[in-house]
């Protein structure tokens, strides 16, 4: 068994169920807490409050929901500054296309860290989503602020499949050595 390729400063890379699963707090926070903000706003005033009120308790709540993320994302292994984005890219499109690993394990891990990221980054937008759309329900004036998130969303979970199978060819190369 390769260690060392899914190794670095002795922290794995963590598999793709473990993201998922500690990344689901912080998501359920921002779903949760931005509609209730929202709603305590337009009860607090008659007119459903100030433009800039709805920004403040937007940021507020993205904030709590990162404090969290931060705390319960697994631990990941550092990146090797002297891997640029250009490797890991094409390392992560060959890996979805064939499932081959690259062979130098920095890169690995580079890739590994990257994937990692973007399971997290697809599963905080798609909360962010939710969370704008039951806003929306509450203040009809937010209807405008759904395309940008849904387009971002849509184009997060659109690369997401790709991290997904990186992880999975990680992971089952570490077990069959």
Known sequence: MDQSAQRTDAVPVPTARQVLVRTLPAA??????LPLATWWLRDSTSDGGPWWGWLVILAATVGLSAIIQLCTSPPRPRLDPRIGQAQWASATATAARTGELPACPEVRTAVGVAACVGIEGVIGSASLLAAIAFCA?????LWTTL??????????????????????????AERTG
């Open 137 to 141: 329900l509450i203040l009809p004036d």
């Open 147 to 172: 395309v940008p998130v849904t387009v971002l969303t849509g184009m997060a979970a659109f690369r997401v499949r790709r991290s997904w199978v990186y992880l999975r060819a990680l992971h089952t």
């Open 28 to 33: 359920a926070v921002l779903a949760i807490s």
